[in-house]
C-alpha cells in the first residue's frame, strides 16, 4: 500500500438538522478523486471525529469505503485518549473496510515518552492495520519526541507518522527517520514544502478539501526536489492556507467548502460556524483565486 503525495483529512459535512450529510460527503469524495487526491483521512480531528456518535463513525466510514471503491487508501482517524478504546477503534476501522489507521497522541491526558511508546505499540499489535502516528502538539497537549519515533518506527505494523511540527529542526529530524518501511507525512499546510524537500514523502492537508488539484500539483513538485518551482508552487497556495488560520480548524475550511457547494458551513458545538466579516470574505477571496464559488452566500 502507497500512502504518500496529496492526501486529504476530510471534513465531514452535517445537514441543517446537525446530522450527517452523505450526500454532500460524496460530492466531496469525487471532487477528492477527480482532483488527484492519493489518499483520504475520514474522521480525523478535521473531520471532527471526537463530535461524531459511535453509529455516525460507523456509517461515515464505511460510506467512503464503499465511495472510494478502492481506487486510493482510506485511512481512519482512530485515535483516541486511552489505548483500550483507540485499539477498539481500529479494529472497528478494520472491520469497514479502512487501509490503514491514523493515530493521534493521546490528547489531553499527557502522558511520558514510555506512556507513549506504549500506547502505539498496544495499538499496533492489537489494532489490526498499519499505523501512522500523528504528532500535534497544540491540539494534543504532548510531543512525539524523535527519539521516540525511531524506536516505534522497528514495529512492522508502524508505517509512519504526520508530524505537525513544522519547524526547521523538527523537521530536520524527522526526514532522517525515512526508511522504506517508514514514511514522514507533513501535517502542516503552510511549512509542508519545506518538508517535502527534505524528504517527506508527502502531506496530510486540510487546505485540499478545497483545492484538490492545485494541491496534487504542489505536492508533485515538491516530492520532485525542484526547489524553485517548488517555491512558486507554495506562493501560490500560501493566501488560502493563510486565510484558514482565522479560526480553529475546521471552521474556516467549512466556510469554504460551503462556498464550494460541498455542504454547510456550521461545524458541531462548541465550534461555530465563521461569521460574516473580514475574515470569512477574505477565505471566499483567496480561494476564488483558486477554485469557481458555487454560491455566494
Known amino acids: 500500500m502507497d500512502i504518500s503525495g496529496s492526501i486529504t483529512a476530510l471534513a465531514t459535512p452535517f445537514a441543517a438538522d446537525g446530522s450527517l450529510d452523505l450526500d454532500a460527503f460524496g460530492r466531496l469524495l469525487d471532487q477528492q478523486l477527480a482532483g488527484g487526491t492519493q489518499a483520504v483521512v475520514v474522521a480525523?480531528?478535521?473531520?471532527?471525529?471526537?463530535?461524531?456518535?459511535?453509529?455516525e463513525y460507523k456509517r461515515l466510514l464505511a460510506f467512503a469505503v464503499k465511495h472510494v471503491d478502492k481506487r486510493i487508501p482510506v485511512i481512519a482517524g482512530t485515535g483516541e485518549a486511552g489505548t483500550a478504546k483507540t485499539i477498539a477503534t481500529t479494529r472497528l476501522a478494520k472491520e469497514l473496510g479502512a487501509d490503514a489507521a491514523l493515530v493521534?497522541?493521546?490528547?489531553?491526558?499527557?502522558?511520558?515518552?514510555?506512556?507513549?511508546?506504549r500506547h502505539f505499540l498496544a495499538v499496533a499489535d492489537a489494532g489490526g492495520l498499519p499505523v501512522i502516528l500523528y504528532n500535534v502538539?497544540?491540539?494534543?497537549?504532548?510531543?512525539?519526541?524523535?527519539?521516540?519515533?525511531?524506536?516505534?518506527?522497528?514495529?512492522?505494523?508502524?508505517?509512519?507518522?504526520?508530524?505537525a511540527r513544522g519547524d526547521a529542526e523538527r523537521i530536520k529530524a524527522i526526514a532522517e527517520l525515512v526508511r522504506p518501511d517508514f514514511v514522514y507525512l507533513s501535517g502542516d499546510d503552510g511549512s509542508a514544502h519545506q518538508a517535502m524537500l527534505a524528504g517527506a514523502a508527502g502531506t496530510i492537508s486540510v487546505v485540499a478539501?478545497?483545492?484538490?488539484?492545485?494541491?496534487?500539483?504542489?505536492?508533485?513538485?515538491?516530492?520532485?526536489?525542484?526547489?524553485?518551482?517548488?517555491?512558486?508552487?507554495?506562493?501560490?497556495?500560501?493566501?488560502?492556507?493563510?486565510?484558514?488560520?482565522?479560526?480553529?480548524?475546521?471552521?474556516?475550511?467549512?466556510?469554504?467548502?460551503?462556498?464550494?457547494?460541498?455542504g454547510l458551513a456550521a461545524p458541531r458545538l462548541?465550534?461555530?460556524?465563521?461569521?460574516?466579516?473580514?475574515?470569512?470574505?477574505?477565505?471566499?477571496?483567496?480561494?476564488?483565486?483558486?477554485?469557481?464559488?458555487?454560491?455566494?452566500?
Not at 44 to 55: A, I, K, Y
Not at 104 to 117: D, K, L, M, S
Request: charged share 20%; with cysteine; glycine share 8%.
Open 209 to 262: 478539501n478545497l483545492v484538490p488539484g492545485p494541491f496534487r500539483e504542489f505536492c508533485d513538485v515538491a516530492r520532485s526536489g525542484d526547489a524553485q518551482r517548488t517555491a512558486a508552487a507554495a506562493a501560490r497556495l500560501a493566501p488560502l492556507i493563510d486565510a484558514l488560520n482565522c479560526a480553529p480548524n475546521p471552521i474556516p475550511v467549512k466556510a469554504g467548502l460551503a462556498a464550494l457547494g460541498l
Open 270 to 297: 462548541p465550534l461555530v460556524e465563521l461569521e460574516a466579516g473580514p475574515a470569512l470574505a477574505k477565505v471566499r477571496e483567496t480561494l476564488a483565486a483558486l477554485a469557481p464559488l458555487a454560491s455566494a452566500a
Open 44 to 55: 480525523g480531528s478535521t473531520g471532527e471525529s471526537h463530535f461524531l456518535e459511535h453509529d
Open 104 to 117: 493521534v497522541a493521546p490528547f489531553y491526558v499527557r502522558p511520558t515518552q514510555e506512556g507513549i511508546r
Open 137 to 163: 502538539p497544540p491540539r494534543t497537549g504532548c510531543d512525539i519526541a524523535p527519539e521516540t519515533v525511531a524506536v516505534l518506527r522497528d514495529h512492522p505494523a508502524i508505517v509512519g507518522i504526520k508530524e
